[in-house]
């Protein structure tokens, strides 16, 4: 038996491995820049719980975490945001846990600052047999986040 007494189920966490967790990561990062809100969407299941240090209540479910991407873009300056380094992949009970260095910045025009995140994005994710439009588009769906960050904020001319 497994740790706990439970019969351990091999399959069930084989595919926690980069490769397959790659089309969720590269979506959770990339997508945030995208047109629109609903392709970063796609990667969370629809009662995903995101916490964040600048939203003290977490964000939760679909609908939040839409706000929360709005909100976030609202300024309309360029932003970036990308993995930084390899992730830590723990499989457990069927599910990945990752740990992920991220850089995350932008621009504010008014002030002429560029602002830089950088940390770690937690993620634990599900697999997933969800389709979008008829076609099967990720492997895992991200169940829960954090994000743990620090912050700068360079003056900088473009001048």
Known sequence: PALGGHPSDSSRSSNCTEGTLNVTVTRFFSAFAADSCDTWLEAFTGDAIFLHPKFPEGVHGTEELREF???????????????????????????????????????????????????????????????????????????????????????????
């Not at 621009?107 to 950088?118: G, L, Q, R, V």
């Not at 769906?141 to 994000?147: D, P, R, Y």
């Open 69 to 159: 991407c709005q909100t976030i873009r609202s300024s309309g300056a360029p932003n970036l945001w990308r993995q930084d380094g390899d992730m830590l992949v723990t499989s457990s009970g069927g599910l990945c846990s990752l740990l992920i260095p991220y850089v995350w910045g932008t621009w504010d025009k008014a002030s002429n600052n560029i602002t830089i995140n950088s940390g770690y994005e937690s993620l634990q994710l599900r697999p997933s047999d969800e389709t979008v439009d008829g076609a099967h588009r990720f492997d895992y769906l991200i169940m829960h986040g954090i994000e743990l960050f620090s912050r700068s904020a360079i003056p900088f001319s473009f001048d």
